[in-house]
């Protein structure tokens, strides 16, 4: 088989996980998360990078080969969140933004018509916009035209370890839209992580479900292993699924005795 | 529409005779509802709760973990100014308390917030006593106009003030406002506020409202327990959160649940919270509103914000002087009340990650041109 690289932005990836870094009882274990899970793409809320700060900022523990990915939680509009990933590029944090624009905080649904209007300002000024959205065609489909370099579809609302539950709108994406489905949010279990890639997703995002268990760097090095797995069977072609036992012919079998 | 209907609602019922009805198959049921109502809620802060605080302490730490993970946001107050109108019979700046009146000049202030942003802290709540005169919309927005040069997160607990008030300094950057009701109880409320502009009991009903109108992101609130029956201001706090919430979803509501404590006037609680109260308190509202923000004040002992980590708490002050001008000038001061937790910011810290907690010091930073980021 030949190597199966993810390509996200135009750069080339081997893993399909995405980590991210809240929710961390110490972010000292950042570091063991990101070798344990083998994930190379690791996205920071901006709104918690404080780089005067004397007392550790998370940016300190990313190791150096990660692939840097702010993110713009805590926006609530097109503009803010425009004006977050400038800043994130402004500090030195590259080109690379998550689009959050969320505006109900108690289901923490992202707001799809900001977020396309965001990505269309930034892809425009040269980022590589990686938009956070439902699970929506729609959307998928203004986001493509908006130029983001991936749509990312929840799996069910953030933090919420309630797995794959937009499953059927996450296939149409799969088949429809022509840019990587990078699965984030609502994961939970690896097993999860498993079936989205046995889907044909390109990757997942997951951080809650690792940064809350009670031992993160095993769940970590679990989501690797599941994301692998499923990322296997999908390019294995897993044969068709059948309900019943069948004949080998039972309807065209009359056709042999010609 | 305003939350006033349901507080009136709700005050007209007969509390007492509801919370002593609930059954524990009724608490059984509220626990393990998919979306609590105001009758489960009703159910978990009432004494037929008290024997599965257990199995509710369970959930509200698997809730607050799944939604905040293992992290404490840190905040600290700034006392601009102790004089006050009013006569609330409970606190230490009471008008007709003898206290030295204090308000800090605008160097004061950089002063002030030199000396705690060296400390580390980023998240700073300003707090004045009512007086307008001497603590106006206008002097509070130039407070704030420095205060953010050193902090990313300025949030308020002042006066009630009017929707475009709360706008302007929403404009000069202020992103949260905390307005404490004390009690709910309409009743009882005049007797506790006796004169003064808050004595208006709607007018502080609706300001957390207003703020959210004019703007702010976050708006705390909160009963003081301690005032009238905890269990029925508890309720209504609960209430008054679940209706911010719904109706201002771009808005992160918060709850405070501050107990009375010793200060300089004569007031004493009529209803002692205990320990066990508070924390049933907490996990009900946990369990109600999953996604709320739960502050801890330093009116709490070292020991007791220790335990109740894992049991829904989102954001504690440490560092907490109460007194005007109490970081930068020692002295003889008398502060609003007296603290139980006087551990520096570094103490707080040692102690949240002994506990496996994480302290964040900056969560929001409002980047509109007035910070100075040219973005
Ligand atoms: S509680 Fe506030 S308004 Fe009442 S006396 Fe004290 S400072 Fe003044």
């Not at chain 1, 396309?116 to 425009?124: G, R, S, Y």
């Not at chain 2, 509802?33 to 959930?59: N, R």
């Amino acid at each position: 088989m030949s190597e199966d690289l993810f390509e996200l932005g135009g750069h080339k990836f081997n893993s399909r996980l995405l980590v991210g870094t809240g929710k961390y009882a110490d972010d000292s274990v950042i570091p063991e998360v990101c070798e344990a899970s083998g994930s190379q793409i690791i996205t920071v809320a901006l709104r918690r990078v404080d780089l005067e700060s004397t007392t550790g900022n998370v940016m300190d523990f990313i190791p150096k080969h990660m692939q840097f990915l702010p993110n713009t939680s805590g926006a609530r509009t097109a503009e803010e969140a425009v004006r977050i990933a400038r800043l994130a590029k402004a500090m030195g944090c590259g080109d690379w933004i998550k689009i959050e624009v969320i505006s109900d905080n108690k289901y923490l649904l992202p707001d799809g018509y900001e977020t396309a209007k965001a990505t269309e300002i930034l892809a425009k000024e040269g980022f590589i916009v990686l938009p956070y959205v439902n699970a929506d065609l729609y959307v998928a489909r203004s986001l493509v035209d908006a130029g983001a370099a991936a749509v990312m579809p929840l799996g069910a609302p953030i933090g919420s370890n309630r797995g794959l539950q937009t499953k059927e709108m996450v296939r149409i994406l799969i088949d429809e839209i022509a840019l990587p489905i990078v699965v984030d949010a609502g994961i939970g279990r690896p097993s999860e992580a498993c079936e989205a890639m046995e889907m044909g997703a390109d990757a997942c995002l997951v951080n809650t479900a690792i940064a809350t268990a009670n031992n993160p760097i095993l769940m970590a090095k679990a989501f690797g292993q599941a994301v692998k797995a499923g990322r296997e069977a999908y390019l294995s072609g897993p044969g068709a699924k059948h309900c019943h036992a069948s004949a080998s012919s039972p309807l065209t079998g009359f056709l042999s005795e010609d | 529409m305003s939350f006033y209907p349901i507080c009136t609602e709700y005050g007209a019922m007969p509390l007492t005779e509801k919370f002593a009805a609930v059954t524990a198959e009724d608490v059984k049921r509220a626990i393990n509802a998919e979306s609590p109502d105001a009758d489960d809620f009703l159910a978990m802060i009432s004494p037929a709760a008290v024997p599965f605080i257990e199995e509710m302490a369970q959930k509200a730490n698997k809730l607050t973990i799944q939604y905040f993970g293992k992290t404490i946001q840190m905040f600290t107050p700034l006392y601009l100014s102790n004089y006050c109108t009013n006569r609330c019979i409970y606190c230490g700046f009471n008008t007709k308390n003898n206290i030295k009146r204090e308000h800090l000049e605008l160097k004061q202030v950089e002063e002030e917030a030199k000396a705690i942003a060296a400390t580390g802290m980023k998240q700073l709540l300003i707090l004045t006593g009512d007086a307008r005169i001497k603590a106006s919309p206008e002097y509070l927005q130039d407070c704030v106009k420095i205060l953010s040069k050193y902090f990313p997160s300025v949030s308020i607990e002042i006066y009630a003030m009017d929707v475009e008030e709360y706008a302007a300094l929403v404009k000069v950057g202020v992103d949260g406002m905390t307005m404490f009701q004390e009690t709910y109880n309409e009743e009882l409320y005049p007797t506790l506020h006796p004169a003064g502009p808050k004595k208006d009991f709607r007018y502080r009903l609706d300001a957390p409202e207003r703020s959210c109108k004019g703007g702010m992101r976050v708006v705390n609130i909160g009963a003081l327990l301690g005032l009238d029956d905890w269990r029925k201001d508890s309720l209504l706090t609960g209430l008054h959160a679940a209706y911010l919430q719904k109706k201002y979803p771009n808005v992160d509501i918060a709850v405070s649940l501050p107990r009375m404590r010793p200060h300089a006037g004569s007031f004493q609680p009529t209803s002692i919270a205990s320990d066990r109260d508070m924390v049933q308190n907490m996990l009900a509202l946990r369990i109600f509103l999953p996604r709320l923000g739960i502050t801890v004040s330093t009116r709490e002992n070292p020991e007791f914000r220790e335990q109740i980590l894992p049991l829904g708490v989102t954001k504690m002050s440490a560092g907490v002087s109460t007194e005007v001008g109490g970081h930068s000038q020692k002295g003889e001061k008398v502060g609003q009340f007296e603290i139980s937790d006087g551990r520096s910011a570094e103490e707080m810290c040692a102690a949240l990650k002994k506990h496996g907690y994480q302290p964040v010091f900056k969560d929001w930073q409002c980047l509109d041109e007035h910070y100075g980021e040219s973005v």
